[in-house]
């Protein structure tokens, strides 16, 4: 009797324990913060390369493989942007190995399109790789409608990571240079950008864009690229030709004032001033060199292929030996005075536009 009492009470004990048990999970449940389950949910995944085209098949459906000679603008737009409007792509491939290349893109790079289209660059860079910022930049208003469009149907498919940035945003890159000067890569499909907006585009980049920052263009920068060292080329699969020339450049480090042309004066123009002669006066250079890539060790490897006394040169004398020779190429390209030792070429004509 006793047994069986004991017995009874026990179950009666369990169950009771069971229910307590229940109860307090379920409190303890409701009362813990959904950061945990929620993070987890939105934990980043990266898409790998080889499943990018049909992630923009689903974006962008019928309009995924049309990138020729002026789609997705009417005739207005198009007599509006005129040579603008003739449009290609880099295609996913060409991406992907442009971005291995340059050692992937890390959640402290920024990386910008600079006549950004429909988008497919942008989102590309932003659901393969864990870059923290991307922005796309596009003068033709259809286009950029275009490419709001994929960004929201990209958070439909759960694809778009809201703890990073993705933005698109329509006007002249020219003018709104305040909102990629801080990149640390600067992507340009630029083949049909004129002259006068690559000239201008180089002088921004001369002024603006912080040392280290890496340059990506289809298009090779003119004059003698005081800003820009070339480290690199690459033949790119395009929507027009299956290899498309595509030009690294790193933005080269800052000299010290009384190095810059602008304080050396014009009488540059007519003395020797060649690169030796300017490394043997700049001394220890290591001081003079910051960059974007010190946790990134193959975009850290790729700098490190350029001398840094002739990227530091290259501020000065740009690819020329000397800086008449430079100032020279400049007034040759961009039809600037090569008596200014500093040439300001941002202002363009309407046709210098992205």
């Known amino acids: 009797a006793c047994f069986g009492v004991a017995h ?12 307590f048990t229940c109860i307090v999970g379920i ?17 980043f995944v990266a898409v790998l390369d080889e499943d990018v085209p049909d992630v923009l098949r689903r974006l962008y459906g019928d309009h995924a493989q049309r990138v020729h000679h002026g789609d997705l603008i009417d005739e207005q737009e198009r007599k509006k942007l005129g040579d603008a409007s003739v449009y290609g792509e880099i295609l996913p491939g060409g991406v992907a190995e442009l971005l291995v290349h340059l050692g992937g893109l890390l959640p402290s790079d920024s990386f910008t399109d600079l006549g950004s289209g429909t988008g497919k660059v942008c989102i590309q860079a932003h659901i393969s790789t864990s870059v923290g910022t991307v922005l796309g930049v596009e003068l033709g208003r259809q286009r950029h409608a275009r490419a709001a469009e994929a960004s929201f149907a990209l958070a439909a498919l759960g694809l778009r990571d809201e703890g990073r940035t993705l933005n698109f945003i329509q006007g002249d890159a020219l003018e ?24 201008s585009l180089a002088d921004l980049f001369l002024r603006r864009l912080q040392p280290g920052t890496i340059v990506a263009s289809s298009k090779p920068l003119p004059g003698c690229t005081r800003c820009c060292k070339q480290l690199s080329a690459l ?17 080269p480090p800052r000299v010290p004032p009384q190095f810059s042309p602008l304080a050396m004066g014009t009488a540059l123009l007519h003395t020797n001033i060649t690169k030796a002669s300017i490394v043997d ?6 001081a003079h060199w910051s960059g974007h890539a010190a946790d990134n060790p193959v975009r850290a490897t790729l700098l490190k292929s350029a001398k840094l006394e002739d990227l530091i040169a290259c501020r000065i004398v740009g690819c020329e030996p000397t ?11 961009c039809g600037v005075d090569p ?11 309407a046709d210098g536009r992205i």
Do not use: E
Request: aromatic fraction near 8%; proline fraction near 7%.
């Open 8 to 19: 009874r009470f026990t179950a009666k004990t369990c169950l009771l324990a069971s229910l």
């Open 27 to 43: 409190l303890v449940w409701r009362v813990t913060p959904q950061g945990n389950s929620g993070s987890q949910k939105q934990a």
């Open 176 to 199: 709104k240079v305040g909102l990629w000067q801080d990149s640390s890569v600067v992507f340009m499909n630029s083949l049909r950008f004129p002259r006068s907006l690559m000239c």
């Open 235 to 251: 033949r790119l699969p395009a929507s027009w030709h299956d290899k498309v020339a595509m030009q690294v450049y790193v933005v």
């Open 281 to 286: 006066q700049l001394g220890p250079l290591g």
């Open 323 to 333: 800086l008449a020779a430079c100032l020279l190429n400049d007034a040759y390209a």
């Open 339 to 349: 008596r200014l030792p500093h040439p300001d070429v941002s202002s363009s004509p």
